[in-house]
């Protein structure tokens, strides 16, 4: 997985950032933060709501993450990108313009 650590320190909350940059091409940054170990997934869905993507899904320790997204083979167009973590869930738009 492409998910590096970027902050060990607890968060007092769950939290999904906005994507940077937005719109972006061809790569870009999301950061998010979870405040107790548990198993995380985040995926990239089209606008039809069908999957393009599975950026995490594995047991994280509490902290704050990034995980670079970026595939040559998608259109441009909107996305959006979902944050599942136990009860948890936030999910954000993001733009691909070529």
Do not use: H
């Amino acid at each position: 997985s492409n998910v590096k650590q970027v902050s060990s320190i607890v968060p007092a909350a769950f939290l999904l950032n906005q994507n940077f940059p937005n719109p972006f091409n061809p790569n870009t940054k999301i950061n998010f933060s979870i405040p107790k170990s548990s198993n995380t997934i985040l995926k990239v869905y089209n606008t039809n709501g069908i999957e393009v993507e599975t950026l995490v899904n594995q047991n994280l320790q509490a902290g704050t993450y990034s995980v670079d997204f970026g595939n040559s083979y998608l259109s441009s167009g909107i996305y959006f990108y979902t944050l599942t973590v136990g009860d948890f869930r936030d999910t954000k738009r993001m733009m691909l313009v070529k």
